[in-house]
């Protein structure tokens, strides 16, 4: 299990860490329907925004957060403080 502040290191993380939490994202901040998160601080653009993401069997978890980062702006994205269970398969 990895912990991380920015998702952006996930790709080059070994295999055998099955786990990465981060939460730099902040959700994108703004979601636009149709459309999505416009600007997310990240060089994968939405790929990492936010929840849950399964990438060659390893898993990364974004949380959205509580705060901003970009723009002091939420929108439709809404703050949350995430709590993960997490069994053995």
């Known amino acids: ?9 996930f790709p ?5 860490i099955s786990l990465t939490i981060a939460g730099h994202t902040h959700g994108g901040q703004v979601y636009l329907p149709f459309i999505g998160r416009p600007i997310v ?4 653009g939405q790929r ?3 929840g849950h993401i399964d990438e060659d ?9 509580v705060g901003t980062s970009i723009f002091p702006v939420r929108f439709l ?3 949350e403080v995430t709590l993960l269970s997490i069994t053995s398969g």
């Open 1 to 9: 299990m990895a912990f991380t502040h920015n998702p952006d290191i």
């Open 12 to 16: 080059e993380l070994p295999k055998h």
């Open 41 to 44: 601080p990240s060089h994968y």
């Open 48 to 50: 990492y925004a936010i």
């Open 57 to 65: 069997g390893k898993n990364l978890y974004v949380s959205p957060g």
């Open 77 to 79: 994205v809404p703050p």
